[in-house]
């Protein structure tokens, strides 16, 4: 089967990552969770144009976390079109190694993703 092609309107679509658990007593991955909800802005689960990077820019290099949840503040911001699949286009594994597993959102640095968005939104007058 053949995709259709991006209509040229759109430089985005992003589907949903599909969070799932890997249980190492079991070896046994199972899904939980609705991949909107989980991971609404899943920088894995989306096809992107290159000229949408060439206008938004690309991710922070001085965060180590929350740097897509910034970059999709950036997209938003430009007006850029982007469309989103209600469906899961990802698999997110979960198991104890993985760097975000025992942090909370301001170690991931959420709140500073958001904080970046409200004052870029502040100077501009939005």
Same mark, same amino acid.
């Given at each position: 089967? *053949?995709?259709?092609?991006?209509p040229? &309107?759109?430089?985005?679509? @992003?589907?949903?990552?599909? !969070? /799932?658990?890997?249980?190492?007593?079991?070896?046994? /991955?199972?899904?939980f969770?609705?991949?909107?909800?989980?991971?609404?802005?899943?920088?894995?689960?989306? @096809?992107? *144009? *290159?000229?949408?990077?060439?206008?938004?820019?690309?991710? &922070?290099p001085? !965060?180590?976390?929350?740097? $897509?949840t =910034?970059?999709?503040? %950036?997209?938003? &911001?430009?007006g850029?079109? !982007?469309l989103s699949l @209600?469906?899961a286009?990802?698999v997110? +594994?979960?198991?104890?190694? $993985?760097?975000a597993?025992? +942090? =909370?959102?301001?170690? @991931?640095? !959420?709140? +500073?993703?958001v %904080? %970046?968005?409200? =004052?870029?939104? *502040?100077v501009?007058g939005r």
């Amino acid at each position: 089967m *053949r995709a259709s092609p991006l209509p040229e &309107e759109g430089e985005v679509v @992003l589907g949903g990552g599909q !969070m /799932t658990r890997y249980d190492e007593m079991t070896a046994i /991955t199972a899904p939980f969770g609705h991949p909107q909800a989980c991971f609404p802005c899943y920088i894995g689960a989306g @096809l992107y *144009r *290159r000229s949408v990077f060439d206008a938004v820019g690309v991710f &922070e290099p001085a !965060m180590q976390c929350a740097e $897509n949840t =910034d970059w999709f503040a %950036k997209l938003q &911001e430009s007006g850029r079109a !982007m469309l989103s699949l @209600l469906l899961a286009t990802s698999v997110v +594994r979960r198991h104890s190694a $993985n760097l975000a597993q025992s +942090r =909370d959102f301001v170690d @991931l640095g !959420m709140v +500073r993703a958001v %904080k %970046k968005s409200l =004052d870029c939104r *502040r100077v501009r007058g939005r």
